[in-house]
């Protein structure tokens, strides 16, 4: 899994814009963030059916 940017006119500003949207989209940032530290498995469970929780709100919402 790689992440190209392609950086054009030497605009490095909108280049690293462009990879921090990416990245975003990718989910690559929030999981950068959970492993920063280490998480124990009980914890890592309840988060994961948190998650899975507010998912499953979100698409009872939009499927009205």
Excluded: H, T
């Excluded at 950068?32 to 309840?46: D, G, M, N, T």
Aim: proline share 2%; charged share 45%.
């Amino acid at each position: 899994m790689s992440i190209n940017v392609l950086v054009k006119d030497n605009n490095i500003e909108a280049g690293i814009k462009l990879l921090r949207k990416k990245m975003q989209m990718d989910g690559l940032k929030k999981e950068l963030k959970q492993r920063e530290f280490y998480e124990k498995p009980s914890v890592k469970k309840k988060r994961k059916q948190r998650e899975a929780a507010r998912r499953k709100r979100k698409a009872n919402l939009y499927n009205r």
